[in-house]
T-cell receptor, first 118, second 113 residues
Framework: GAVVSQHPSWVICKSGTSVKIECRSL??????MFWYRQFPKQSLMLMAT?????????EQGVEKDKFLINHASLTLSTLTVTSAHPEDSSFYIC??????????????FGPGTRLLVL | AQKVTQAQTEISVVEKEDVTLDCVYE???????LFWYKQPPSGELVFLIR??????QNEISGRYSWNFQKSTSSFNFTITASQVVDSAVYFC??????????FGPGTSLSVIP
């Protein structure tokens, strides 16, 4: 079964509003989570690395003030798209890094959230 | 620099044909992981395989097989006797020492009945 969930699975909002997307690890604690963005017919692009209890690390070209990331607990990271505009419409995918086991670290991806800004 | 290249943007095959998806990667790390993911139209990534840099053994899982060659920095994926359900976008990915996963541009596979 799914080990990483995202909520909501899709959202439609008006331009200028803020949208919060949640990413949860369901049966493990994840000190590190990642946020990706995927535009239609393109690949997944890493936006930021979210570390529990500390500030997120953003990739070059990603606006920190626009994409707010909060990793407040070991099972929850949130991505808030502030003042969303139509160009922010995309598929947002999170992933959670499961700590080391005897099989090594494993990264699990969530099902994604489709955002449409009108 | 870390990079993943999938030279084939789109591939179409007739059902039951074999198809190979190419993946070439670049990294300076000596320890790294390579992955293949399938992304059907629903969008949810489906994990197919993970390989670490020290394990060059090829792997077969049902109709799927993978050929990892460090000498050419390639990690190719072959589907034998393709089926319509195999139609999807396939991503090759590289995980670096900083745990970031870098995705290739993807190959869109269409299997025609």
């Amino acid at each position: 079964g799914a080990v990483v969930s995202q909520h909501p699975s899709w959202v439609i909002c008006k331009s200028g509003t803020s949208v919060k997307i949640e990413c949860r690890s369901l049966d493990f604690q994840a000190t590190t989570m990642f946020w990706y963005r995927q535009f239609p017919k393109q690949s997944l692009m890493l936006m930021a690395t979210s570390n529990e209890g500390s500030k997120a690390t953003y990739e070059q070209g990603v606006e920190k003030d626009k994409f707010l990331i909060n990793h407040a607990s070991l099972t929850l990271s949130t991505l808030t798209v502030t003042s969303a505009h139509p160009e922010d419409s995309s598929f947002y995918i999170c992933s959670a890094l499961r700590p080391r086991t005897r099989f090594g670290e494993t990264q699990y991806f969530g099902p994604g959230t489709r955002l449409l800004v009108l | 620099a870390q990079k993943v290249t999938q030279a084939q943007t789109e591939i179409s095959v007739v059902e039951k044909e074999d198809v190979t998806l190419d993946c070439v990667y670049e990294t300076r790390d000596t320890t790294y992981y390579l992955f293949w993911y399938k992304q059907p139209p629903s969008g949810e990534l489906v994990f197919l395989i993970r390989r670490n840099s020290f394990d060059e053994q090829n792997e077969i899982s049902g109709r799927y097989s993978w050929n990892f060659q460090k000498s050419t920095s390639s990690f190719n994926f072959t589907i034998t006797a393709s089926q319509v359900v195999d139609s999807a976008v396939y991503f090759c990915a590289l995980r670096t020492s900083y745990d970031k996963v870098i995705f290739g541009p993807g190959t869109s596979l269409s299997v025609i009945p």
